[in-house]
């Protein structure tokens, strides 16, 4: 029976202490931008919460659901092209720079497949609406928020290219530089479509989802003009139009890309599913829940940049032949993303009650949010060693099995045991919204034992494999 360790291989120990700062800086180097990018996506849901919580509480609580639906559908599907990442990083390992721009150009397919999908699920929203159960004021709410989404997912796909193509071959700034930019325009599109003026109307809660699109189709814009321009990129044949399928290459794409998919509709539908139910407990809990998920998604993104720079990191040592380093920036990313998970939780513990109190106005609302954002606490700590192993599986072109566990756990533990916690009376007293937080923490833990356990077994394996071949070599 394998037995599970963080420890690296022994080694001298100056040679040890000096691999392991060596394969830090490099992680931190590449995870920063993609960290700082990444806040800069969050910071556009913080503005369309803060400012609809400003609004009214029936506003908040409307893009509380709306971009929880909104979520689980993009996310689900654009997951998919999560693969590229990876993929693209082992090319660029092997320096086979044609090759990353072939996988780019047929992405391009799916990523068309995909926004046709998204568009007709934002559009008719009935079976995550029927789950909700919304009061009529805020379903209205909802379904404009979502119609309004619709129009911006052809841009945010194509975005979604150019992230995984930069990020790729290590070069993460323009991203970020990109993503503070489409941050930047945030506020002022929001005042727009919120409040109105120059001719629009004032739209309210769902303002901030037509604020996105247009946001979104700028930043499209501007990134793959200015890629396409780029003269050192010409190595990789970067070409904006549809070029003729090849199934071998698209199939090798899907079969990495559609696990990953379901592994992020699993990880997200347990999460946005917790607001539409949580929503049948009223706008006040809504709102307060809408609070508690934006924190902990906000908090995501600090071990979600670390496990992103882990799998390009892992891809592109295992493109040169190197498993042993892939290995251990695995290891390096997991240590690292828990001391900062440490990190983050004491500081939600800490300042539960200020936080809540620059989210609303509303008293009601802060009193409700303050013992969730101390579950947010723990939720995240769980969160932070799962997104790194994960991520860094991904680097191993392995996710199969990371979908079956997150499937089974997430659902099964997290969803189905926050709905007995919180909605019924088989455990106690319903719990309300705090019994989803308390589920969810614990499915999350499980998952990050048994994730990180498989990428144990699988560095390893991988390891061996080329030791045995190196043996039989000589």
């Known amino acids: 029976m394998r037995r599970f360790t963080l420890a690296l291989p022994p080694v001298n120990i100056v040679d040890h202490e000096g691999i392991i700062q060596s394969s830090r800086n490099e992680l931190l180097h590449l995870a920063w931008p993609m960290l700082v990018a990444q806040l800069a996506v969050i910071g556009n849901g913080v503005i369309d919460t803060a400012m609809a919580g400003r609004l009214s509480t029936l506003d908040l609580a409307a893009v509380g659901v709306a971009a929880s639906i909104q979520v689980t559908i993009v996310m689900a599907l654009s997951g998919i092209l999560f693969a590229l990442p990876p993929i693209i990083a082992t090319h660029h390992g092997a320096q086979q720079s044609e090759r990353v721009g072939h996988e780019v150009r047929q992405s391009l397919w799916i990523a068309l497949v995909l926004t046709v999908i998204a568009i007709l699920l934002l559009r008719y929203p009935e079976p995550f609406i029927a789950l909700a159960d919304l009061q009529p004021t805020v379903e209205a709410k909802v379904r404009a928020y979502l119609d309004a989404s619709a129009w911006g997912v052809p841009a945010a796909l194509a975005f979604r290219l150019f992230i995984g193509f930069s990020t790729g071959i290590g070069q993460p700034r323009p991203v970020m530089l990109f993503n503070l930019l489409s941050l930047g325009l945030k506020v002022p599109l929001n005042a ?215 499937t089974v756990t997430l659902w099964g533990i997290g969803l189905g045991g926050g709905y007995i916690l919180g909605l019924t009376d088989l455990l106690g007293e319903a719990r309300g919204a705090t019994g989803f937080w308390i589920a969810g923490a614990g499915s999350l833990a499980i998952v990050g034992l048994l994730v990180a356990y498989y990428l144990d077994a699988v560095s390893k394996e991988v390891i061996e494999i080329q030791d045995r071949q190196t043996l039989n070599t000589a």
Not at 193 to 220: E, K, N, Q, R, T
Not at 232 to 240: D, G, P
Not at 252 to 269: M, R, Y
């Open 192 to 406: 727009w479509f919120m409040y109105g003026g120059l001719g629009i109307p004032a739209l309210g809660g769902p303002g901030c989802a037509v604020a996105s699109s247009v946001d979104a189709w700028l930043m499209a814009g501007l990134a793959w003009i200015w890629c396409l321009r780029q003269t050192e990129y010409a190595s990789y044949r970067l070409e904006l139009h549809l070029p003729r399928p090849d199934t071998p290459t698209l199939t090798a794409f899907l079969k990495l890309g559609i696990p990953i998919g379901l592994t992020f509709l699993a990880d997200v539908t347990a999460f946005t599913f917790m607001a539409l139910f949580i929503a049948r407990l009223g706008p006040t809990v809504s709102a307060a829940h809408q609070i508690a998920a934006n924190l902990a998604v906000l908090a995501f993104m600090v071990p979600l940049s670390l496990g992103n720079a882990t799998a390009i990191l892992a891809g592109k040592a295992l493109g040169a032949g190197n498993p042993a380093q892939a290995r251990q920036v695995c290891l390096v990313g997991i240590r690292t993303g828990l001391s900062f998970g440490v990190g983050l939780s004491l500081l939600l513990w800490f300042s539960a009650e200020q936080i809540a109190a620059l989210y609303s106005p509303d008293l009601e609302v802060r009193k409700v949010a303050v013992p969730l954002i101390w579950w947010v606490a723990g939720y995240h700590l769980c969160d932070a060693l799962q997104v790194v192993a994960v991520n860094s599986l991904r680097g191993y072109r392995k996710s199969t099995v990371p979908m079956i566990i997150y």
